[in-house]
């Protein structure tokens, strides 16, 4: 059985990374290929990796058709609503099994002043009452840029910071210091540059886990507001995980029962994780 794992994130790493040492897959009888955009790093994973997207196969359906794909996991970042969309679409257009995994999103605890916000337009207007921002938002084009940073440049001493993974693809304005960082993040090294740069807001995306969750600690003991851009809506489906032990011990059940596992039949893959049948 070939599945195609929709990855770039720690979550998508790890799955793969267990997955064959549980012996789930062995490139033979039953593959798993990672799908990456590339745009930040390689993944060090065990399995076949293919980088930059679908286009250059023709678009996704293509890709599975020619590849031989049987299920797609969709391990990707909760923000990264068009390849999750696509993916989704696709897989039934094909009448393919389409499986999420889906991060628990942060929770705000009691000392947290959040600010949550579900649009741009809202971002620039919670702004208004801030003086030095850091950005933890990704990738910014250049008019939500703009408006944010005409916001800034009428305030003394207005200062923005913008951390992005990857290098920027717009021009930066004078008033704005880019710092290219990948987590995960410690919450020493973030209680720093909040306090270095006297920031008093920051901006970022709810998407849960733990690489980045250090931030959203130190602004909790330093007394700065966080603007909490809510999670994208998707379409619901069945099913959706929320830990990798649920993935790996739904995919050992639907590899074993489907006899593509070259285990026996009558000797289900021993995951050491509990029950194969909890799902």
Known sequence: MNILLLGGTNEARVFARRAYRQALFDHQQHTLVYSVAGLVRQPDVP?????????????????????????????THPYAVKISL?????????ALPYWR???????????DHWLPVSSWAEVVDKSVDFTRILLTVGQLDQDKLTRLTDVIST??????LLRTATPLSIALPENMIWIQATGPFDVESERRLLKTNAIDCLVTK????????????????????????????????????NSIDQCLVYLANVLYQSRYLHNSKTHPVDLDIGNHHAL
């Open 47 to 75: 399995c076949l990796v293919i980088s930059g997207g679908f286009t250059q196969y023709g678009g996704l359906a293509a890709y599975i058709a020619s590849a031989g794909i049987h299920a797609v996991l969709d391990m």
């Open 155 to 160: 305030k003394k001493s207005g200062k923005l």
């Open 206 to 241: 709810n998407s849960g886990g733990d690489a980045t969750r250090a931030k959203l600690t130190a602004a909790r003991e330093l007394g700065v507001a966080v603007i909490m851009q809510n999670r994208p809506v998707l379409p619901p489906v069945d099913p959706c995980f």
């Open 86 to 94: 696509t993916a989704m679409q696709v897989c039934q257009a094909m």
């Open 101 to 111: 995994f889906l991060r628990d999103p942060w929770i705000a605890e009691p000392d």
